[in-house]
C-alpha cells in the first residue's frame, strides 16, 4: 500500500530531495503528509523549517528558492500542493486542441515564470530539503516527471484496485483501529459505505468507538451506526424495480429523500438508468466491463460491473422508456408545484409496472 512506501522510507532514513505524489486518494495522501510532517517535527519542534506552498499562488523561481534555502540544525521540508505542472494541456470541457508537451511546459504554471527552473532544480537538488510536489493528474511524458521517477522518487495514490485490494486496505485499517474484520463484514462495508478511503477511515472509526470492548465489527454493528451511501440504496431501489417489487423500491426511495432534496434524487435516478441503459447496449454487443466503463466515464470497477450486471435485469427499451418518465417527472417537478415525494412515488410504482 501508498502509505507503506513513505513509511519505510522515513524508519530507513530513504526520503529522498524530491517527491512527486500524484493521484486520486486524497486521504491517503494527507495521511502520508503528516507523517512526514511528524518526521521533521522530531528535530524542528516549532515547525519553522517546514514550508507549505500553493502550486497555483507560487511562482517556479519562490518554490526552489524555498527549496535552496538551508536550514540550521535539522532538514527542510517544503510541500508544493496543487501543482498544474504536470496535467495535460487540455482542460476537461473545453474544445481547444491540446496542447503539445512542450507548449504546456513552457506556458502552465500558476504564475509567469520559468518552467525549467524546476527541472534544473531536480538535477541538482538541495541534500538538506525534501521537496514534495503535489498534483492530482500527471503527465507522465514530462521530462520533469522522468527526471524525478530516475533521481527523486514519484508515488502514486490511487484507490485500492479490485475487491481484493479493497478488502486488505479495509481489514488493514480496521486493525489501526484495534478491531477484525472479516472479509463478508468488509464486503458489507465497502458496499453499504462506497469507495472513498476517507469516508471509509471515519465509518472504521466510529464503530471502533461504537463496538467498545467487543473485538469483531458485525454487519449489525454497521446498520446500527452507519449511514448507508445514497448510491447504494438507490442500486437497491433499481434492484427492487427490476423485480417489480413496488413496496421495496418505495421505502429505499423514502430513504434517499430522507437524505437529500428531491431533485437530486430525481437526478441521481436519471443518471442511474442512464448508465444502465448504456451498459444494456453494451451487453448486447457482447461488450465487456471495461468497454462500458470507457463510453460511461466509470473510474471503480467495482461500480462498474454492478451496473454492468444490473443492467441484465432490464431490456433496452424498458430502460428507454424509464428514461421518458423520468424526463416527464422532471418537468412536472420543476412546473406543477405539486408534491414532489408524491411525483417522484409515481414515477416509481409506473417503472415497477413496465
Not at 268 to 285: F, G, N, P
Amino acid at each position: 500500500m501508498t502509505l507503506d512506501i513513505i513509511k519505510h522510507d522515513i524508519e530507513n532514513h530513504g526520503i529522498p530531495s524530491v517527491y512527486l505524489w500524484y493521484g486520486e486518494d486524497r486521504y491517503s495522501l494527507t495521511e502520508a503528509l503528516k507523517l512526514l510532517k511528524n518526521y521533521y517535527l522530531l528535530d524542528d519542534p516549532s515547525g519553522s523549517n517546514t514550508e507549505l506552498l500553493n502550486g497555483k499562488e507560487q511562482t517556479r523561481e519562490e518554490m526552489i528558492q524555498a527549496a535552496n534555502m538551508t536550514a540550521f540544525f535539522s532538514g527542510k521540508l517544503v510541500v508544493v500542493d496543487d501543482l498544474s505542472y504536470f496535467s495535460t494541456g487540455r482542460t476537461k470541457g473545453t474544445s481547444e486542441p491540446e496542447k503539445s508537451t512542450e507548449e504546456t511546459e513552457r506556458s502552465d504554471s500558476g504564475r509567469e515564470s520559468d518552467p525549467d527552473i524546476l527541472l534544473e532544480y531536480c538535477l541538482n537538488p538541495n541534500p538538506s530539503t525534501c521537496l514534495v510536489l503535489i498534483s492530482e493528474k500527471v503527465n507522465k511524458g514530462r521530462k520533469l516527471f522522468k527526471e524525478i521517477n530516475k533521481n527523486g522518487k514519484t508515488v502514486e495514490f490511487a484507490f485500492p484496485r479490485g475487491q481484493s485490494e479493497w478488502m486488505a486496505w479495509l481489514q488493514k485499517e480496521a486493525l489501526q483501529n484495534g478491531k477484525n474484520l472479516s472479509v463478508p463484514v468488509a464486503s458489507f462495508l465497502l458496499e453499504w459505505a462506497g469507495h472513498q478511503t476517507g469516508a471509509l477511515s471515519q465509518e472504521l472509526a466510529k464503530l471502533a468507538l461504537y463496538t467498545g470492548e467487543k473485538q469483531n465489527i458485525e454487519i449489525e454493528d454497521i446498520r446500527k451506526i452507519s449511514l448507508p451511501m445514497i448510491e447504494t440504496t438507490v442500486f437497491a431501489m433499481l434492484d427492487a424495480i427490476a423485480a417489480e417489487n413496488t413496496k421495496d423500491a418505495l421505502a429505499r426511495l423514502s430513504e434517499v429523500l430522507s437524505q437529500e432534496h428531491y431533485l437530486k434524487v430525481h437526478t441521481m435516478i436519471v443518471r442511474h438508468i442512464r448508465l444502465l441503459l448504456a451498459a444494456s447496449i453494451w451487453r448486447a454487443r457482447k461488450g465487456t466491463v471495461n468497454d462500458f466503463m470507457g463510453t460511461a466515464g466509470i473510474r471503480t470497477f467495482f461500480e462498474g460491473n454492478k451496473l454492468f450486471q444490473q443492467a441484465g435485469s432490464f431490456s433496452a427499451n424498458r430502460l428507454a422508456e424509464a428514461m421518458e418518465d423520468c424526463l416527464q417527472t422532471e418537468l412536472a417537478l420543476k412546473s406543477s408545484g405539486g408534491n414532489p415525494q408524491l411525483l417522484l412515488e409515481i414515477m416509481v410504482i409506473r417503472l415497477c409496472k413496465k
